[in-house]
């Protein structure tokens, strides 16, 4: 598991409204997120930071998720099964790694958030974009 070594990371921890549902993330105390204006993104208000599987884990909750799927099926929107909230999923664009919710991030260990706008309503010709974000960068 990765322990973040440079003074870049810290973990972050996420959880559903109930909090039954707890994921912790490795990422910059400054945030760059991205806002995504595809139809299940714009509706559930999603604020996407996408990482690589060694920067995610899973602290509590495995047993309260429940998935939905649709379109293609390759992404996987868990959910909280008590409370319904969204804490974190593996993105179609990412499939490799996962997209945890922002506005699910304890901000105690956040200094800021930037929000980069995606066009996910156009989803073949933008998806590319994305696909870097969930690549380990060389050491």
Known sequence: ???????DLCWHRAACHCGAV???VAAPAEIEAVECNCSICRQTGFLHLIVPVARFRMV????ALSTYRFNTGIAQHY??????GRPFYVPRSNPDGFSVNVRCIDRTTVRGVTIKCFDGDD????AGALSHLSREEPA
């Open 123 to 126: 989803w073949e010709r933008n």
């Open 1 to 7: 598991m990765l322990e973040p070594t440079s003074h």
């Open 22 to 24: 707890v994921v912790e």
């Open 79 to 84: 959910f909280c099964a008590h409370c319904g």
């Open 60 to 63: 509590s909750g495995r047993e």
